[in-house]
C-alpha cells in the first residue's frame, strides 16, 4: 500500500476514521482509503516527478538520436554532401551545411546533457523548420515526416525547458546562489 498497511476505511470503521481526520495535519495528509499518509512516500509518484521523467526521456531521445544519427553522419559525410546541400539562406552550400552539422551535432549533445538546452532547442527547431518547410517543400508529407516529428519534439523541449532533472537546474541553482553550494533546494528566504 501507498499510505501504509493499514487497512481500507470500510475495515477500521467510522470512529478510526474520525481519530485520523483529527490527527491530520498540513504535512501528513489522508490518503484516498482514510489512511495517514506521509507526503515523501507519495512523492516518487506525484505529478511533477511523471513531468519531469517525460522531458528527460523526451531530452534523450532526441538529442541522442539527432546527435548519432544526423549529425554525426552528416559531420562524417560532409565533403560528399557540400555541393548536394539545399541553400535556403544564400550564403553558400559549405556554410548551409555547416550550421545543420552543428546544429545538429553541437545541439543534440547540448539538449542531450540539458546544458543550455532551450537555446540548443532553438537553433535545433530553427534548423529542422528550414529543413521541412524550405529544403524539403517540393517532397511529399510522408517524405517530411521524420523532421517535422524532431521539430515538434525540440518545439516542446524549447517551450518547456529540460526539466529538474537536468543539468542546466544544477548550473543555474549554484549561480543564482553566488556558486556556493550544490544541490538542488531552493535557497532560503532572507529575514
Not at 532526441?62 to 544564400?90: I, K, Q, T, W
Request: glycine share 12%; aromatic share 6%.
Amino acid at each position: 500500500m501507498l499510505c501504509g498497511d493499514r487497512p481500507s476505511t470500510l475495515v477500521r470503521g467510522r470512529r478510526a476514521l474520525d481519530r485520523d481526520v483529527a490527527r491530520a495535519t498540513p504535512d501528513r495528509f489522508l490518503g484516498p482509503s482514510g489512511q495517514i499518509c506521509d507526503p515523501a512516500a507519495v512523492a516518487a509518484f506525484s505529478r511533477e516527478s511523471f513531468a519531469n521523467l517525460g522531458l528527460l526521456s523526451l531530452r534523450l531521445g532526441v538529442g541522442l538520436n539527432m546527435a548519432c544519427l544526423h549529425g554525426m553522419e552528416r559531420a562524417r559525410h560532409y565533403s560528399n554532401r557540400v555541393s548536394s546541400f539545399p541553400d535556403p539562406l544564400h550564403m553558400g552550400h559549405r556554410y548551409s551545411l555547416l550550421l545543420a552539422v552543428a546544429a545538429e551535432l553541437v545541439g543534440g549533445i547540448l539538449i542531450t546533457i540539458s546544458l543550455a538546452g532551450r537555446v540548443a532547442a532553438l537553433l535545433l527547431a530553427f534548423s529542422l523548420g528550414m529543413a521541412v518547410f524550405t529544403g524539403e517543400a517540393g517532397a511529399s508529407w510522408r517524405q517530411r515526416e521524420v523532421a517535422t516529428l524532431y521539430l515538434a519534439a525540440t518545439l516542446a523541449i524549447l517551450m518547456l525547458g529540460c526539466g529538474r532533472w537536468a543539468l542546466d537546474a544544477v548550473v543555474w541553482n549554484r549561480f543564482r546562489r553566488g556558486g556556493k553550494g550544490g544541490g538542488s533546494a531552493p535557497p532560503k528566504p532572507r529575514r
